[in-house]
């Protein structure tokens, strides 16, 4: 009997040893298949990254077994750090892009959705100056960060609306707050996003007026901000980056859905946001680029060749970069979500 009872006992224990191994067991898997991802942006936090946010702050990373740490850029942009592999994915623009993905230095990034579905960047200035279209900038003085693209589509649009692009002044500048540049009267117009400097302009009621590249030219509809990755990580990694994908489409939805509790997740992860009127920007701004994430695509993140390859084209018939930029060159839309 107690022989009986010392098996009995001992097989119990066997049980509980087998069951304690396979819980770790378990435990060390579910820890091995969490990816950590580091994601660079391109700038300090702002409204263009929110759907980021929401997705870090609402566990949808967690939910795909992501672990995502966001780093700021270089002070040359996050290009470099992701084509390196120091960063797997980040946020570029096309335009930007053009330079970095030709030439001898060209970098293995891939941009892999868009944030925003249209261009939302033109000119802004002051109410007064009656800068009401690309013409009226002649005789102007425009802040210029000084770069080619920039320039030539400046030139563009000014000569196609029937001014004369060499008559405008190009004033050297480095503002970060147009605004306050337009009131210090040194510059007459600069290129703006309309999601946070019109939206700066209207809640210090600054009169301006301000008109769209897209309007102006539908070339320059092109794709600004967009997500990318390092292509060789994304080639061996095919389903983390889909999972990554799908995480940033569901934060950002929920964003164009709920504009003012995404502004509100913003804030909170970023608390420099909530000093001063920045508060009241950042829910200005988003309001208005909740809009923009979806608009009229199909679905987050899609991006249409025929306005990608327009843009490029144009750039190297102008030859704005080095080399030739090859049609569909530098996107993807093979990582998204098949629904949402």
């Not at 001898?104 to 941009?111: F, G, R, S, V």
């Not at 794709?223 to 983390?240: D, F, I, S």
């Not at 306005?307 to 993807?332: D, H, I």
Request: glycine fraction near 8%; include cysteine; charge should be positive.
């Amino acid at each position: 009997m107690k022989k009986k009872w010392g098996l009995i006992a001992i097989l119990f224990s066997l049980v509980l040893v087998l069951s304690a191994c396979g819980s770790q067991k378990s435990s060390n898997n579910n820890t091995a298949k969490t990816k950590t991802i580091t994601l660079a942006l391109d700038y300090t936090p702002n409204t263009n990254h929110t759907g980021l946010y929401v997705a870090q702050e609402k566990g949808y990373f967690k939910k795909y077994g992501l672990k995502v740490k966001f780093i700021q850029p270089p002070q040359n942009g996050p290009e470099g750090l992701i084509g390196a592999g120091k960063a797997q994915f980040g946020v570029s623009y096309q335009d930007t892009m053009a330079g970095v993905i030709t030439g001898k230095n060209k970098q293995p990034i891939t941009a892999i959705a868009a944030i925003l579905q249209h261009n939302t960047s033109g000119i802004m200035s002051r109410k007064a100056d009656n800068i009401t279209s690309p013409k009226a900038m002649t005789g102007k003085r425009y802040s210029t960060w000084g770069l080619p693209i920039e320039q030539a589509i400046i030139k563009e649009v000014v000569n196609q609306d029937g001014g004369n692009y060499k008559d405008v002044k190009l004033v050297p500048s480095n503002v970060t707050d147009e605004v306050a540049g337009l009131k210090s009267k040194k510059i007459d117009d600069i290129w703006v996003y309309e999601g946070w400097a019109v939206q700066n302009a209207k809640i210090q009621n600054y009169p301006v007026n301000y008109f769209a590249f897209r309007n102006i030219n539908s070339t320059f509809d092109y794709y600004t901000p967009v997500l990318v990755g390092n292509n060789a990580y994304m080639k061996q990694n095919p389903k983390v980056t889909k999972d990554f994908v799908k995480a940033v489409a569901e934060g950002y939805t929920y964003a164009a859905k709920h504009p003012q509790a995404a502004a509100t997740i913003l804030k909170n992860e970023n608390p420099e946001l909530k000093k001063g009127k920045s508060g009241e920007l950042v829910d200005v701004s988003q309001k208005f680029l909740s809009t923009q994430y979806i608009a009229d695509a199909p679905k987050f993140g899609y991006i249409d060749a025929t306005r990608w390859n327009k843009f490029y084209s144009w750039l190297n018939a102008n030859k704005l970069v080095k080399g030739q930029l090859q049609e569909n060159q530098g996107f993807t839309n093979k990582y998204l979500p098949e629904k949402e």
